[in-house]
């Protein structure tokens, strides 16, 4: 069965600080991978997502992440955040040709102006 | 335009009772889910359907029943509320098991007292 562990669940940083948010799942086969951010009292919204080709992605509000098969990793980068990127950060896995869209417990990061 | 919705947005009741959340989705997917976001943050899922055919049913006590009457709309009903089942519970959808993200509702915030 897949599951994901996101180790860092709470990060404070100061804001141009850099973000690495650690991801990683557990599953033999293919996977899709996924990032969220949830800003308070919001929905999810997608950052970015792996399916195939280049492991570096690069999504949305300048954050990127990288697969990295042999680690079963995908952390979730940005070089310099803001204080707007105050949120809930949830990394999520797919096995491939599966139904099960499974989320780590997320990581609460707090950017101090 | 909103392309996963969810009613209520807000739901508050007393311990007892019996209640539903209504999802529904205008962008054509087959699969849809019910995920419950507890106070610690930690996104479980609960239910999928696919094409209205239950296809996931995680460890959830049986007085939360599901209803897909299409597939465009998946209901939860939640009968004999208990003060446990406060949470914010998120419908997503989703175009199958093809490599695409989920897309979430703007999610019920459910309060039992």
């Known amino acids: 069965a897949q599951s994901v562990s996101q180790h860092n669940h709470h990060v404070i940083l100061s804001e141009a600080a850099s973000l690495e948010l650690g991801c990683n799942y557990s599953?033999?086969?293919?996977?899709?991978l996924f990032w969220y951010v949830q800003y308070p009292g919001q929905h999810l919204q997608l950052l970015l997502k792996?399916?195939?080709?280049?492991?570096l992605v690069k999504g949305i509000k300048g954050f990127e992440a990288e697969f990295i098969k042999s680690k079963f990793s995908f952390n979730l980068r940005k070089p310099s955040v803001q204080w707007s990127d105050t949120a809930e950060y949830f990394c999520?896995?797919?096995?491939?040709?599966?139904?099960?869209?499974?989320f780590g417990t997320g990581t609460r990061l707090k950017v101090l102006a | 335009d909103t392309a996963v919705s969810q009613t209520p947005k807000y739901l508050v009741t007393q311990m007892g009772n019996d209640k539903s959340i209504k999802c529904e989705q205008n962008?054509?997917?087959?699969?849809m889910y019910w995920y419950k976001q507890d106070s610690k943050k930690f996104l479980k899922i609960m239910f999928s359907?696919?094409?209205?055919?239950?296809?996931i049913n995680e460890t959830v006590p049986n007085r939360f029943s599901p209803k897909s009457p299409d597939k465009a709309h998946l209901n939860l009903h939640i009968n004999s509320l208990e003060l446990g089942d406060s949470a914010v519970y998120f419908c997503?959808?989703?175009?199958?098991?093809?490599?695409?993200?989920?897309?979430f509702g703007q999610g019920t915030r459910l309060t039992v007292v």
């Open positions: 997503a959808s989703r175009p199958g098991r093809s490599d695409t993200e989920a897309f």
């Open positions: 599953y033999g086969g293919t996977v899709n």
């Open positions: 792996y399916f195939s080709g280049d492991p």
């Open positions: 999520a896995v797919n096995a491939l040709g599966t139904y099960k869209y499974i």
């Open positions: 962008l054509g997917h087959d699969t």
């Open positions: 359907y696919n094409n209205k055919e239950l296809i």
